[in-house]
């Protein structure tokens, strides 16, 4: 299994940027997708960004351009990096991590969320 703890979040200004961090623990040679998901209020949770173990990256085209996904294998880390944020980014951020296992069962996880908030 894999536990997932984000961070980074917090509130800005329009325009400005931000760093999210996910730190994965436990059976982490078995991650292969790590990636950004966010929910703003009243709104589904949508995909903003992931990549693969040998980093290939997928973004929502409402953020190409101002986000870029990354990642440390020997970390077990995934970042988002944000800029030109708008008001309309304001949601809670979440990790998501895909692994699958020797017996080829896939596990998905997910952090707690971490807030980020545009506004002036």
């Known amino acids: 299994q894999v536990q997932v703890a984000e961070s980074g979040g917090g509130l800005v200004q329009p325009g400005g940027s931000l760093r999210l961090s996910c730190a994965a623990s436990?059976?982490?040679?078995?991650?292969?997708?790590m990636g950004w998901y966010r929910q703003a209020p009243g709104q589904t949770r949508e995909l903003v960004a992931d990549i693969t173990s040998n980093g290939n990256t997928n973004y929502a085209d409402s953020v190409k351009g101002r986000f870029t996904i990354s990642r440390e294998n020997a970390k077990s880390t995934v970042y988002l990096q944000m800029s030109s944020l708008q008001p309309e980014d304001t949601a809670l951020y979440y990790c998501q991590v895909i692994a699958v296992d020797t017996t080829s069962t896939v596990f998905v996880s997910w952090g707690q969320g971490t807030q980020v908030t545009v506004s002036s």
């Open positions: 436990g059976s982490t040679r078995s991650i292969r997708t």
